[in-house]
């Protein structure tokens, strides 16, 4: 059974950083796209940074030129480099991974998620 586990959040002041990392395990399996989402109390699910197979990335407006999202294929591991943090990032920030499992060949695209870390940005 395919299983993502997040670490990383916390608390940290207005201006600092944090690293988000998410692991994908259970299982043979070839990862496609990997997108980072986060869901602040109140409001909706938003994508915040997405990686396509071939290291293409896209931002959402709010977070470009302060998160980078990067993946190491090798431990099937997806990170989110977070700087110059504000409050008005903080959320629950999920990860999902969009992947094939491996049987007797390549099964149909599936969307895996993470099970959520709290990131808190104080004034």
């Known amino acids: 059974q395919v299983r993502l586990v997040e670490s990383g959040g916390g608390l940290v002041q207005a201006g600092g950083s944090l690293r988000l990392s998410c692991a994908a395990s259970?299982?043979?399996?070839?990862?496609?796209?990997i997108g980072w989402y986060r869901q602040a109390p109140g409001k909706q699910r938003d994508l915040v940074a997405a990686?396509?197979?071939?290291?293409?990335?896209n931002y959402a407006d709010s977070v470009k030129g302060r998160f980078t999202i990067s993946r190491d294929n090798a431990v099937n591991t997806v990170y989110l480099q977070m700087n110059s943090l504000k409050p008005e990032d903080t959320a629950v920030y999920y990860c999902?991974?969009?992947?094939?499992?491996?049987?007797?060949?390549?099964?149909?695209?599936?969307?895996?998620w993470g099970q959520g870390t709290q990131v808190t940005v104080s004034s």
């Open positions: 999902k991974m969009t992947l094939q499992v491996v049987r007797l060949g390549y099964e149909p695209p599936s969307d895996y």
């Open positions: 259970g299982g043979t399996f070839r990862i496609n796209a």
């Open positions: 990686i396509s197979s071939g290291g293409s990335t």
